[in-house]
């Protein structure tokens, strides 16, 4: 006989996944990621783009700059002072250089920065080709092993077709470096900017879903039944989904009224026929008196039995009911105690008050029938405990009740037979054989777990475990 799952109001770690918060948070998150990386790499992609366009920009004017500043004397002499307004073509290795050159006859010596301490050489014309503008760029190692941007042009200087080899270098690891620093700061904006964004998200996604948790609790209290409907002010999407749920309540309610008026109705219709066979059956004596008295009865226990059945199956889970067990089980104790003096009864509660999910009058019959089998059949004792059990996810939605003896008990192979209806293992005693069955149908109904084991006291254990209320 399967028990019910416990209901947590907390989702565990396996029901994550299957959460709509989590669905919409990561997904949401995902995206955001995936657009801040696009973000990230459109603005770095522009701001290098740019970087490079000012850096050719800044060196190609360096170069006409130093075009401007250099002439040639009558002797051929390259001659000129450039000044080219920035100071690091004149700090010793840093990276900035320019260089004159002779590149036809008739011209000699040769100009640069003071920058360059040392010649930076070039590649041959075969492997960079000018343009037709004759210009060319390239990129060398430098001085102290920087990647250097080389701008060249050759110019002729004079009408006697005297030319020269314009260079102007430029540091690229410097430019490289300071896109690398831009990089990281923008990483770092964007990350902060993203957590917030997402840690906003979540705390909007969550406070948007909060009226479903209030819906659940809700339905929780119903469960409980600490309330008869859905009660308090739903948003439009959800206002809809709380008056179905309150239909459906009233609906189940009715479902069980009728229910019970129509088993009441039977009741009283079989009583009366039922009693008068009886009778008629005890006053016509003789076999056949006694056989009609003894099928009456029968009848009437049969007719009873299922008509609790009909009545437990038409309020199972369509109305809750509270019934707290602690009480219920001392009065059932006190009673059969006082039937039995002969007979030593004990009884464990838990510290906690434990509520049982059901109505007042099938937990009574339930102990009553187990009770009445122990104190037939045990020799001295008899021990009932009550404890709390914990069901799924950890949470105390559970309570279980065990009775003992110290009896014969019953073989292991015989545990099924004797939740039978009518069967009996031991006709010595009086008895009609329902009891267990009686029990083994009520906590089917509640969708509980009866288990018939062997006790420490040498009797039957018979463990019952039913569905309470947080």
Same mark, same amino acid.
């Given at each position: 006989? %399967?028990?019910?799952?416990?209901?947590?109001?907390? %989702?565990?770690?396996?029901?994550?996944?299957?959460? @709509?918060?989590? *669905?919409? &948070?990561?997904?949401?998150?995902?995206?955001?990621?995936?657009?801040?990386?696009? !973000?990230?790499?459109?603005?770095?992609?522009?701001? $290098?783009?740019?970087?490079? $366009?000012?850096? /050719?920009?800044?060196?190609?004017?360096?170069?006409?700059?130093?075009?401007?500043?250099?002439?040639?004397?009558?002797?051929?002499?390259?001659?000129?002072?450039?000044?080219?307004?920035?100071?690091?073509?004149?700090? %010793? =290795?840093?990276?900035?250089?320019?260089?004159?050159?002779?590149?036809?006859?008739?011209?000699?010596?040769?100009?640069?920065?003071?920058?360059?301490?040392?010649?930076?050489?070039?590649?041959?014309?075969?492997?960079?080709?000018? =343009?037709?503008?004759?210009?060319?760029?390239?990129?060398?190692?430098?001085?102290?092993?920087? #990647?250097?941007?080389?701008?060249?042009?050759?110019?002729?200087?004079?009408?006697?077709?005297?030319?020269? *080899?314009?260079?102007?270098?430029?540091?690229?690891?410097?430019?490289?470096?300071? &896109?690398?620093?831009? #990089?990281?700061?923008?990483?770092?904006?964007?990350?902060?900017?993203?957590?917030?964004?997402?840690?906003?998200?979540? &705390?909007?996604?969550?406070?948007?879903? #909060?009226?479903?948790? $209030?819906?659940?609790?809700?339905?929780?209290?119903?469960?409980?039944?600490?309330?008869?409907?859905?009660?308090?002010?739903?948003?439009?999407?959800?206002?809809?989904?709380?008056?179905?749920? =309150?239909?459906? !309540?009233?609906?189940?309610?009715?479902?069980?009224?009728?229910?019970?008026?129509?088993?009441?109705?039977?009741?009283?219709?079989?009583?009366?026929? +039922?009693?008068?066979?009886?009778?008629?059956?005890?006053?016509?004596?003789?076999?056949?008196?006694? +056989?009609?008295?003894? #099928?009456?009865?029968?009848?009437?226990?049969?007719?009873?039995?299922?008509?609790?059945?009909?009545?437990?199956?038409?309020?199972? /889970?369509?109305?809750?009911?509270?019934?707290?067990?602690?009480?219920?089980?001392?009065?059932?104790?006190?009673?059969?105690?006082?039937?039995?003096?002969?007979?030593?009864?004990?009884?464990?509660?838990?510290?906690?008050?434990?509520?049982?999910?059901?109505?007042?009058?099938?937990?009574?019959?339930?102990?009553?029938?187990?009770?009445? =089998?122990?104190?037939?059949?045990?020799?001295?004792?008899?021990?009932?405990?009550?404890?709390?059990?914990?069901?799924?996810?950890?949470?105390?939605?559970?309570?279980? !009740?065990?009775?003992?003896?110290?009896?014969?008990?019953?073989? /292991?192979?015989?545990?099924?037979?004797?939740?039978?209806?009518? *069967?009996?293992? /031991?006709?010595?005693?009086?008895?009609?054989?329902?009891?267990?069955?009686?029990?083994?149908?009520?906590?089917?109904?509640?969708?509980?777990?009866?288990?018939?084991?062997?006790?420490?006291?040498?009797? @039957?254990?018979?463990?019952? $475990?039913?569905?309470?209320?947080?």
């Amino acid at each position: 006989m %399967p028990t019910k799952p416990a209901v947590s109001n907390t %989702p565990s770690l396996r029901s994550w996944p299957r959460s @709509l918060a989590f *669905r919409v &948070i990561a997904f949401s998150t995902v995206w955001a990621i995936l657009t801040l990386v696009v !973000i990230f790499t459109l603005i770095t992609t522009l701001y $290098r783009q740019a970087s490079e $366009r000012g850096f /050719d920009s800044l060196l190609s004017a360096h170069l006409f700059n130093l075009i401007g500043s250099v002439g040639v004397s009558e002797s051929g002499q390259l001659t000129g002072a450039p000044d080219l307004g920035d100071l690091r073509f004149s700090e %010793p =290795n840093s990276g900035w250089y320019w260089s004159v050159e002779p590149a036809s006859e008739g011209v000699h010596g040769d100009l640069h920065s003071s920058s360059m301490t040392k010649a930076i050489p070039s590649p041959s014309v075969a492997e960079v080709p000018f =343009n037709a503008s004759f210009q060319r760029s390239y990129s060398a190692d430098g001085i102290e092993g920087e #990647q250097l941007e080389v701008f060249e042009s050759e110019f002729v200087l004079d009408a006697k077709n005297r030319a020269a *080899r314009f260079r102007v270098m430029g540091n690229q690891t410097e430019l490289e470096q300071e &896109i690398a620093t831009f #990089q990281r700061r923008l990483l770092t904006y964007l990350s902060l900017f993203g957590v917030g964004m997402i840690a906003i998200n979540a &705390i909007a996604i969550l406070l948007g879903l #909060q009226p479903l948790r $209030r819906v659940r609790n809700a339905l929780a209290m119903v469960r409980e039944g600490t309330a008869q409907r859905l009660d308090g002010r739903f948003p439009a999407e959800i206002e809809p989904l709380a008056n179905e749920t =309150n239909a459906l !309540i009233e609906n189940n309610r009715r479902i069980v009224e009728r229910s019970r008026t129509q088993v009441g109705n039977l009741a009283h219709s079989l009583k009366t026929p +039922l009693a008068v066979l009886l009778n008629e059956g005890r006053a016509l004596g003789g076999a056949k008196g006694q +056989l009609i008295a003894e #099928q009456a009865a029968s009848m009437q226990k049969q007719v009873d039995h299922y008509l609790q059945r009909a009545r437990v199956a038409a309020q199972r /889970d369509s109305v809750v009911y509270r019934t707290p067990v602690a009480p219920l089980v001392q009065r059932m104790v006190r009673v059969l105690q006082k039937l039995n003096p002969q007979t030593a009864l004990s009884l464990s509660l838990p510290a906690t008050d434990i509520v049982f999910a059901g109505e007042r009058e099938d937990l009574e019959e339930l102990l009553g029938n187990l009770l009445d =089998n122990a104190m037939k059949w045990a020799r001295s004792a008899v021990a009932v405990s009550v404890k709390p059990v914990a069901g799924e996810g950890g949470a105390a939605s559970l309570f279980e !009740i065990s009775i003992e003896d110290d009896g014969r008990g019953i073989p /292991d192979d015989k545990a099924r037979e004797v939740l039978q209806r009518g *069967r009996r293992l /031991d006709e010595t005693k009086p008895g009609s054989g329902l009891g267990l069955a009686i029990v083994a149908d009520l906590v089917n109904e509640y969708g509980g777990v009866l288990a018939l084991e062997r006790s420490v006291m040498g009797g @039957l254990k018979a463990m019952v $475990r039913l569905r309470s209320l947080q």
